[in-house]
């Protein structure tokens, strides 16, 4: 399921990625590291949230920004 962003929302969830998401390390996802260094698909994203760990484990931890974004989805 692909969570919708507006701009706003975009930024601080590209902030968020950066601050708080453990596999997001010097701008790179350690789950899809394959043995070459692969970009966090939220610090290119501008239009969605696309990675399922950082909906279900991250997201929640800011709670108005994550409610926020359900209701916008109609969640």
């Known amino acids: 399921m692909i969570l919708k962003l507006n701009s706003k929302q ?10 708080e998401c453990c596999n997001c390390v010097d701008g790179n996802c350690l789950l899809l590291d394959g043995g070459e ?3 966090c698909v939220q610090l290119i994203s501008h239009y969605g ?3 399922n ?3 279900k ?5 800011e ?11 109609n969640l």
């Not at 484990?57 to 931890?61: I, R």
């Open 10 to 19: 975009s930024a601080k969830v590209r902030r968020l990625a950066r601050r």
């Open 37 to 39: 260094p692969c970009r």
């Open 49 to 51: 949230i696309y990675c």
């Open 53 to 55: 760990y950082f909906r």
């Open 57 to 61: 484990a991250v997201l929640p931890a």
């Open 63 to 73: 709670k108005e920004l994550y409610e926020e974004i359900l209701q916008q989805n």
